[in-house]
């Protein structure tokens, strides 16, 4: 909830609990563990407009910073690692990479 209260006070995005079907403008993003797994994960299945997103939080990544880059994964953000702009600051040492994985 702490996450949640972070983003809505750093950003124009608001999270408020369920309680009635979302109106047309509203989307939901499901928050759940059904299995007690401990990694989390995103469910791909849900991301059109009439399905929640659904993000499981494992026991691994409840704490800050890691629910806070699975929130933003959620919603839509890219790692960092995936930015366009990502080899003007990245230099990868290809003779620190081990033989065969590359």
């Given at each position: 909830?702490s996450?949640?209260?972070?983003?809505a006070?750093?950003?124009?995005?608001?999270?408020?609990?369920?309680?009635?079907?979302?109106?047309l403008?509203?989307?939901?993003?499901?928050?759940?563990?059904?299995?007690g797994?401990?990694?989390?994960?995103?469910?791909m299945?849900?991301?059109?407009?009439?399905?929640?997103?659904?993000?499981?939080?494992?026991?691994?990544?409840?704490?800050?910073p890691?629910?806070?880059?699975?929130i933003?994964?959620?919603?839509?953000?890219?790692?960092?690692?995936?930015?366009a702009?990502?080899?003007?600051f990245?230099?990868?040492?290809?003779?620190?990479?081990?033989?065969?994985?590359?």
């Amino acid at each position: 909830m702490s996450s949640l209260s972070l983003y809505a006070f750093k950003t124009c995005l608001q999270f408020n609990p369920v309680m009635a079907e979302p109106g047309l403008n509203q989307h939901v993003l499901v928050f759940e563990n059904p299995n007690g797994v401990r990694k989390c994960v995103i469910s791909m299945e849900g991301h059109g407009k009439d399905e929640p997103h659904r993000l499981t939080l494992g026991y691994e990544c409840l704490r800050s910073p890691n629910i806070d880059m699975m929130i933003m994964k959620t919603l839509g953000f890219p790692f960092e690692h995936n930015r366009a702009s990502r080899d003007l600051f990245v230099d990868v040492q290809f003779e620190n990479i081990e033989s065969g994985e590359i």
